[in-house]
């Protein structure tokens, strides 16, 4: 008997989001391969995608709720762990108030619709303003930038690759990434196609990658150098009278102020600290100015550092400054058919963007987008004093490996009186907490993409139904976070977690639709929990039916119904300059004051030396960030927690390579395998993050056999970008030195 059923869902462990098609037997994964019909993905997979039957299947995934008790974890039921919670919680924020409570949420949580669109419920519940996220170790400088100049955080401008002529990237390697503030699935597919019409692929970077391998042109960067390049750019353009705006010249506010504040940055200013020539600075500006349609693309590498929101900013001025900006081939922005913002409300203004409504209490480090930097974790629970964090709760996320100074907060999560954790894994960072609440594996988990379609090569709109059933008594992740929530509110463990989100559900929809709630309720009814919420962003949304009103339009059930037959394809993204424009004035903020004053960090450092050996990270294919070492499909294979070192570097500091050395910091100390490679610019070292698998207590038994150095141990968490809060995650002194046993 032939009982093979063939289910379709988008893979939910990085940014591409490919579409899966995945065969299940008798309750087991048989097989995943790529959607070959996928209207978004059309075929493509890397091999993280097989990954998820591992996932699914591993040993160490938990399923249970785990309770401390007398320092040894023990399985509990749902009802035990709530009840762990309601005995703790309430009491220590009676006593110490909101401010006593902290959530940190990570990178998982942005491929989980129900996480994503009810992590904000648990916050808000707590009351407090201790919100950290895994966004400031990571994009918060785009955040801002983009917040600042179109209006909203998720107005990405995204490179038109389809049809763009030249394609300058900084600080990303999609090659083995597969893309980041930029859902791309086949980035190298899409690149040959580029190369194949005659197009160009430029990759500045400190690491000649296996993207920088296909492109036509690469060349190295000081780490931390970008925002010197960028301006150097932007002051040729000036200089060389190569400015056109092209279709936005209406609408954009700022252009001579961009011109006087980049001033000081000439190609020979900047040439030494790029470590690039500045005829080269220069042709590459010409480059990119002359060719017919082009985009500038840039991503970790110049988040991570110091300039980061400088960078960021400097990457849509040259788009802008060059023509490029919301025109076809250039740097576009989607429009999604759920969710986005800058598709609601009124087109074309808004109240645009503010930071430091309240601040950090040790650092003063501002709020951005609601979140104090993650780097400020650890001191807000060692540091004595009203508003001290005492209870925290992490959502999908594992700072003790992903955070800078990784071992000072370890010992920070051990001086909590309370800690919970909604994970999957007992890891570095859960076996610190008192009760972990276990997800669902994604493939028992219904998914919509929240924030990707908003970040998409191309508009398309794609439903991903559960494809296994879960384990009977396991609570989807949003009833988990409103369970948490009603605890925090002083509500009881007993209330029932449907219950609340249908109240809750009837006030936003009063809020939503005022005189109309009552028929948005009716049109609903059967649906509950992230489920209903998407069919209000979808039937409401810019592709919507509008609930009637336009009957060809998109509903939940004409999303579900395309699932077979790979999703609805909305076609190319489009200008949308000047109606996705969310800032007060109505126009592009192509010089927000409070960059070029930012700037003015960056004139003053025109002048200062690199140091002689400094870190970087990388990524791998088979790897993601901190938690997918522990799959035995894409743990086999070659170590890949290596230090690449550049033969120069290797024969100055006596490295061999295969052996081990120890690099030091002024933050710390780790021993890692040395790999010489002419990969790297000579003066620069790269160790990929997310390792470190070797601390006791936790149960990742494939990890544990090769746990690898944790990157995060040199790095310092008093670096940030000042502007967005984000960590330094790059650029930091470091010695080396062969390791005596
Ligand atoms: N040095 C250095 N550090 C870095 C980076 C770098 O480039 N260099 N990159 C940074 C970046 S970009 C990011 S995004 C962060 C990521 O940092 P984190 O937010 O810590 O993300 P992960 O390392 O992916 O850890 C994910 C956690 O979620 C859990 N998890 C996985 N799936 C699920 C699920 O379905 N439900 C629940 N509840 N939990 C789940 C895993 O067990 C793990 O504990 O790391 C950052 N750290
Ligand atoms: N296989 C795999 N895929 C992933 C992940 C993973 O861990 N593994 N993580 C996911 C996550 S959370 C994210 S955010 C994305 C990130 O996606 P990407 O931004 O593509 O990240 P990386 O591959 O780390 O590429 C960053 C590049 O920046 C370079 N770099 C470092 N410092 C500098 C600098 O100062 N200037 C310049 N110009 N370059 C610099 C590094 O050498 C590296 O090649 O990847 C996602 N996809
Ligand atoms: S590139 Fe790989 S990990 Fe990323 S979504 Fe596609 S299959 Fe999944
Ligand atoms: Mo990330």
């Known amino acids: 008997m032939n009982d093979t059923t063939t289910h379709h869902r988008i893979c939910p462990l990085c940014e591409a989001c490919c579409g899966l098609e995945i065969k299940v037997q008798q309750g087991k994964v048989i097989s995943i391969r790529a959607h070959e019909a996928d209207v978004f993905s059309a075929g493509y997979i890397c091999p993280k995608g097989v990954a998820l039957k591992d996932l699914h299947e591993d040993p160490d995934r938990l399923r249970t709720p785990l309770i401390k008790r007398n320092g040894v974890f023990e399985e509990a039921s749902w009802d035990e762990a709530y009840a762990e919670i309601e005995r703790r919680l309430p009491p220590l924020m009676a006593q110490h108030g909101r401010n006593a409570t902290a959530v940190v949420v990570g990178n998982p949580s942005a491929h989980k619709i129900g996480l994503l669109t009810y992590f904000g419920k648990l916050a808000r519940a707590l009351g407090t303003k201790n919100v950290f996220s895994a966004s400031t170790l990571d994009q918060m400088p785009k955040q801002l930038s983009s917040g600042l100049m179109f209006g909203h955080w998720l107005s990405v401008a995204l490179p038109d690759i389809a049809r763009t002529d030249y394609l300058l990237v900084l600080g990303a390697n999609p090659l083995a990434s597969n893309g980041s503030l930029w859902t791309v699935p086949d980035f190298k597919g899409k690149a040959k196609a580029l190369q194949a019409r005659g197009g160009k692929l430029v990759v500045i970077d400190p690491r000649r990658t296996e993207t920088a391998a296909v492109a036509d042109a690469h060349h190295f960067i000081r780490p931390n150098a970008d925002v010197f390049l960028l301006a150097a750019m932007v002051h040729t353009l000036f200089a060389e009278g190569l ?140 540091t004595s004093g009203e508003g001290q964090i005492r209870a925290l709760f992490t959502v999908a996320t594992n700072p003790v490996l992903s955070s800078p100074n990784g071992p000072r907060l370890a010992k920070a999560l051990d001086q909590l009186d309370f800690m919970v954790s909604m994970d999957i894994y007992l890891n570095e960072t859960t076996r610190h907490a008192d009760v972990i609440l276990p997800g669902v594996s994604p493939l028992e988990d219904f998914h919509y993409d929240v924030a990707f379609p908003q970040l998409s090569w191309r508009n398309h709109a794609r439903y991903s139904p559960p494809v296994l059933p879960a384990a009977p008594g396991q609570p989807e992740e949003w009833q988990t976070l409103l369970k948490l929530a009603a605890i925090a509110q002083g509500k009881g463990v007993d209330i029932d977690a449907n219950a609340l989100d249908d109240a809750q559900f009837a006030e936003d929809a009063q809020r939503l639709f005022g005189e109309h709630a009552g028929a948005v309720i009716a049109a609903t009814q059967g649906l509950k929990g992230p489920q209903r919420t998407l069919e209000v962003a979808l039937r409401s949304g810019p592709y919507g039916d509008q609930w009637g009103r336009k009957p060809d339009g998109l509903t939940l059930a004409k999303v579900q119904a395309s699932n077979a037959s790979g999703g609805i394809d909305l076609g190319e993204l489009q200008p949308r300059i000047p109606e996705m424009l969310r800032t007060p004035s109505g126009k592009v903020e192509l010089a927000p004051p409070s960059l070029l004053q930012d700037l003015q960090r960056a004139v003053q450092d025109l002048r200062g030396l690199a140091p002689d050996l400094v870190i970087i990270g990388r990524r791998d294919v088979r790897t993601n960030n901190s938690w997918m070492h522990n799959l035995p499909i894409l743990a086999k294979g070659p170590f890949r927690c290596t230090a690449l070192v550049h033969p120069q570097d290797a024969q100055r500091l006596g490295l061999q390579d295969g052996a081990l050395a120890d690099i030091r910091s002024a933050s710390g100390q780790v021993r890692a395998q040395v790999h010489v490679s002419e990969e790297m610019m000579p003066g620069v070292v790269s160790l990929p993050h997310g390792w470190g698998h070797d601390a006791p207590g936790a149960q990742l038994r494939v990890a544990a056999e090769r746990p690898g150095a944790n990157v995060n141990a040199l790095l310092d968490d008093q670096r940030r970008d000042p502007l967005s809060g984000n960590a330094v995650l790059g650029g930091v002194a470091i010695t080396m030195q062969a390791a005596v046993a």
């Open 243 to 382: 400015v056109k705006l092209g279709t936005v010249a209406d609408w954009v506010n700022g252009v001579a102020a961009v011109q006087q504040a980049v001033a000081p940055f000439t190609p020979e200013a900047v040439a030494a600290r790029c470590g690039i020539a500045a005829d080269t600075i220069r042709t590459l500006t010409r480059d990119l100015a002359g060719a017919p349609r082009a985009a500038v693309y840039a991503r970790i590498g110049t988040c991570t550092q110091e300039y980061g929101t400088l960078a960021s900013w400097l990457v849509d001025v040259l788009n802008t400054l060059t023509g490029n900006l919301d025109r076809a081939g250039g740097a576009l922005f989607a429009k999604s058919a759920a969710f986005a913002s800058n598709t609601a409300g009124k087109p074309g203004i808004g109240k645009g963007v503010t930071t430091g409504r309240h601040r950090a209490r040790v650092s003063g480090a501002p709020e951005v987008y609601g979140e104090l930097p993650i780097t400020c974790m650890a001191e807000e629970i060692e």
